[in-house]
T-cell receptor, first 115, second 113 residues
Framework: AQSVTQPDIHITVSEGASLELRCNYS??????LFWYVQSPGQGLQLLLK??????LVQGIKGFEAEFKRSQSSFNLRKPSVHWSDAAEYFC?????????????FGSGTQLTVLP | NAGVTQTPKFQVLKTGQSMTLQCAQD?????MSWYRQDPGMGLRLIHY???????DQGEVPNGYNVSRSTTEDFPLRLLSAAPSQTSVYFC????????????FGQGTRLTVV
């Protein structure tokens, strides 16, 4: 069975500082990996996705993630955080015969940005 | 540019009542699904459908019913609401096939008292 672990429940960073959110997955084959962001009271917005190819993936809002098969990780990074990045972030792995089907989510990381 | 639309946005039910959460998408996606979101648990899959007339259970299906009569609509029914079903519910849709992504609705916050 597939699973996703986000070890950090809550992270606090200062505006302008760099950010790394951790994600570890368990999946029996080549994973399809996603990062979503959820602002308070909102739905989920896709930040980036990894299907194959280049292991460094660029997303929206200046985010990037690196797929490391040997570590079963897909960590999300941003070089300089903005106050508007405060939100909850979810890592997900896709299963089934299509990449977006039967997503399994991590428990989320809440990001607080200090002025 | 509607995408995935969920109604209602908020609902309060009494224990034992029934209701239907509506979900509609205008992207002609074959795959639709329902998730519930609870604090500290991320999103968990309730039911999904790969096309009209085809549904299947996800990780937490008990207490919920679904049907898919059209490509566009995928309602979620609570037959007899329980306090344990207090949650935020999200509907998602995607194309079937490789290299696809899921699009989510804005969610329905349900409270069962």
């Amino acid at each position: 069975a597939q699973s996703v672990t986000q070890p950090d429940i809550h992270i606090t960073v200062s505006e302008g500082a760099s950010l790394e959110l951790r994600c570890n997955y368990s999946y029996g084959a080549t994973p399809y990996l996603f990062w979503y962001v959820q602002s308070p009271g909102q739905g989920l917005q896709l930040l980036l996705k990894y299907f194959s190819g280049d292991t460094l993936v660029q997303g929206i809002k200046g985010f990037e993630a690196e797929f490391k098969r040997s570590q079963s990780s897909f960590n999300l990074r941003k070089p300089s955080v903005h106050w508007s990045d405060a939100a909850e972030y979810f890592c997900a792995v896709g299963g089934g015969s299509g990449s977006a089907r039967q997503l399994t989510f991590g428990s989320g990381t809440q990001l607080t940005v200090l002025p | 540019n509607a995408g995935v639309t969920q109604t209602p946005k908020f609902q309060v039910l009494k224990t034992g009542q029934s209701m239907t959460l509506q979900c509609a998408q205008d992207m002609n996606h074959e795959y639709m699904s329902w998730y519930r979101q609870d604090p500290g648990m991320g999103l968990r899959l309730i039911h999904y459908s790969v096309g009209a007339g085809i549904t299947d259970q996800g990780e937490v299906p008990n207490g919920y019913n679904v049907s898919r009569s059209t490509t566009e609509d995928f309602p979620l029914r609570l037959l007899s609401a329980a306090p344990s079903q207090t949650s935020v519910y999200f509907c998602a849709s995607s194309r079937i096939g490789s290299n696809t992504e899921a699009f989510f609705g804005q969610g329905t916050r349900l409270t069962v008292v």
